[in-house]
């Protein structure tokens, strides 16, 4: 079987649109959560994806999306774009957000969420230790996470961090028992690599290969600037950060 594992759209279409051209045939999506926010086209990021056998989960900007986390719990920015993505949601779409899972466990192999396996929605797993604290919080080999919009590698030992450019494993070039993974984000990368993050898994051997992929940035900028939403959320993008 083969999966594309994408996080973090963040409404921009641009390279939501990108990703899944590049990713080409899959058997099936998995979305680690928040389609919406910060950018300027959540509902086209929600419908891009539905086509796909999809797996999805809810993050913390959808959450607040569809009234069900307070904007107290954002920095202006990010609460001027939930404001905004509150009103620009199709019924439609609020209720396809509703119905997402916090946790998902496919094929008994992979736990999927967006923080942490810990705490599903809220926690940013980025070091080692957390990593090593979020194991027992889960009893598959691996799980997949999102939130960070870093990709992330981490294993039962303790190794592992930040994932450079396109990159392969597998249990000849890196045996393992159980990982913790974090595919990087699509919508807004932030380890200063503008390019869209996402992976590829095939689950028979098992290979494991985060991606990046250009897109036209200038682009999805200008749709953010014309919805009339923070200019530093246009800004970032092309810095990665």
């Known amino acids: ?7 973090d759209l963040h409404a921009n279409y641009v390279a939501t649109e990108a990703v899944l051209d590049a990713m080409g045939p899959v058997d099936m999506v998995w979305c680690l959560g928040d389609l919406v926010g910060y950018g300027a086209e959540p509902n086209e990021c929600i419908q891009a994806v539905q086509p796909f056998q999809l797996r999805g989960l809810r993050g913390n900007h959808d959450l607040a999306a569809i009234g069900q986390a307070p904007l107290s719990l954002f920095n202006k920015d990010a609460a001027a774009a939930v404001a905004w993505t509150k ?3 199709t019924p439609e779409n609020r ?20 923080g942490s396996p810990r705490e599903p929605v809220w926690e940013y797993l980025l070091e080692p230790q957390q990593a090593l604290e979020n ?6 080999p691996l799980c997949m996470v999102g939130h ?3 990709p992330l590698l981490f294993d039962e030992h303790g190794e592992g961090g930040v994932v450079r450019d396109d990159f392969v494993v597998t249990h000849r070039n890196r045996p393992f028992q159980r990982l913790i993974i974090n595919p ?18 095939e689950t ?24 009339g939403l923070p200019s530093s959320l246009a800004d970032r993008l092309s810095q990665g950060v």
């Open 1 to 7: 079987m083969r999966i594309g594992v994408i996080s």
């Open 87 to 89: 009103d620009a949601l």
């Open 95 to 114: 209720t396809f957000l509703e119905g997402l899972p916090e946790r998902r466990v496919e094929s008994g192999k992979f736990t999927l969420v967006h």
């Open 135 to 140: 194991f027992p919080f889960f009893e598959t």
């Open 148 to 150: 960070t919009h870093i």
């Open 184 to 201: 990087g984000s699509v919508g807004q990368p932030r380890d200063r690599n503008p390019k869209a993050a996402y992976m590829i898994i």
């Open 204 to 227: 028979f051997p098992l290979r494991l290969e985060w991606r990046r992929v250009a897109y036209n940035i200038a682009k999805a900028q200008r749709r953010i600037l014309q919805a």
